[in-house]
C-alpha cells in the first residue's frame, strides 16, 4: 500500500483504499444531481439499498455502485449480484457517500445508472392496457409517487410529458420506491401529440379535472372503464393546460361525498388508477 502524501488522510479498508468527495469518479457523480449534467451523460444517481436492488434487476442499468465499508457489508447480497453483473463496486468514505446521496441521513449505497427512456412507439407497441400521463407536473415528490401508485395498480407504461420534472430527479426517484425500474419510462415534449399517439393505438384517454362532466362512479357503472386505458394528470396547482383536457375522450372528476374541498394529486390518480385496474381485471 502505497503512503500517503504530507497532509492529505488517506482512508482505506483492508487493502483497498476508499473514495473520498475528491476521488474523480465521486466528482463526477456528484454532478448528477444537477439535471444538466444528467441530461448530457444520461446517468442519473439512485440512492438506497431498495432502489439498488431493484436497478441492479434490471439488464446493464447500474454502472458503478457507490458504499460506505458498513453498507456494503450490510448488503452482501446487493454487492454479490453486481459484482456478477460485472458492475464496480466502489467503496467510499461517509463523506463521500454524504455528497452523493441526496437525503439527510442516507443509508450507505449509491448506484450509478444510465437513463431508461423508452419512446413512446416502443411504449405501445408493447399494448399496454392501463397507462398515466403525467402532463406539467413538476413537483418531484408527486410525479414520484403517482409512478409508484401507477405501478402498484398494474400500469405497464408512465409517460413524463411537456414541461414535467424529470423522473430522473433524486426525490422523484426516491418517491418512486423503486418502480422507476418496473415500468416504460417515457418522455415526451407535446402532450397533445401524447394524447393522439394514444387514441391512435386504441387507448381511451381520460382527462382529470374537478370541473370534468363525467363522474368516475357514474363511468365506472356504465363500463367505461373496462377499456384499455390512460389516465392525464396534471399539476396540483394548476391541473392539466386547457388543450391537453380538450384532446381527451372524457374530462372526468372523482366524487367528493365527503365536505372536503379537493383530493390531492396522487390520491386522486390512486382513485383513478385502481379504479381502471379494478375494471380490467373483471373483465
Not at 259 to 279: D, F, G, I, P, Q
Request: glycine share 8%.
Amino acid at each position: 500500500m502505497r503512503p500517503p502524501s504530507r497532509g492529505r488522510r488517506l482512508d482505506v479498508v483492508g487493502e483497498t483504499e476508499l473514495f473520498t468527495p475528491r476521488t474523480p469518479r465521486v466528482v463526477a457523480a456528484r454532478r448528477l444531481h444537477r439535471r444538466r449534467d444528467r441530461e448530457a451523460t444520461g446517468r442519473f444517481l439512485a440512492e438506497g439499498p431498495q432502489a439498488v436492488r431493484e436497478a441492479l434487476a434490471v439488464p446493464d442499468v447500474v454502472c458503478e455502485l457507490f458504499g460506505t465499508p458498513t453498507a456494503l457489508d450490510r448488503h452482501a447480497d446487493l454487492v454479490g449480484r453486481a459484482t456478477a453483473e460485472g458492475v464496480p463496486v466502489s467503496p467510499v468514505t461517509d463523506e463521500a457517500l454524504a455528497v452523493l446521496a441526496d437525503t439527510v441521513a442516507p443509508q450507505g449505497l449509491v448506484a450509478l445508472c444510465r437513463h431508461l427512456d423508452v419512446p413512446l412507439a416502443t411504449a405501445l407497441d408493447a399494448g399496454p392496457r392501463l397507462v398515466a400521463v403525467l402532463a406539467g407536473i413538476r413537483d418531484p415528490g408527486n410525479a414520484g409517487t403517482v409512478l409508484r401508485t401507477a405501478d402498484a395498480a398494474g400500469a405497464q407504461t408512465v409517460v413524463f410529458a411537456g414541461d414535467a420534472v424529470d423522473p430522473y430527479n433524486g426525490k422523484c426517484v426516491r418517491s418512486s420506491a423503486g418502480s422507476l425500474f418496473h415500468v416504460d419510462v417515457v418522455r415526451a415534449a407535446d402532450p397533445v401529440e401524447v394524447v393522439t399517439a394514444l387514441r391512435a393505438t386504441g387507448l381511451r384517454v381520460l382527462a382529470t379535472t374537478g370541473y370534468g362532466d363525467t363522474d368516475l362512479d357514474d363511468l365506472a357503472d356504465a363500463g367505461g372503464l373496462a377499456t384499455p386505458t390512460a389516465w392525464l394528470f396534471g399539476s396540483e396547482a394548476h391541473g392539466l393546460p386547457p388543450e391537453v383536457t380538450a384532446a381527451a375522450d372524457a374530462r372526468v372528476r372523482v366524487p367528493l361525498h365527503g365536505r372536503a374541498e379537493s383530493l390531492n394529486l396522487a390520491a386522486a390518480a390512486a382513485v383513478c388508477l385502481y379504479a381502471s385496474a379494478t375494471a380490467l381485471r373483471r373483465r
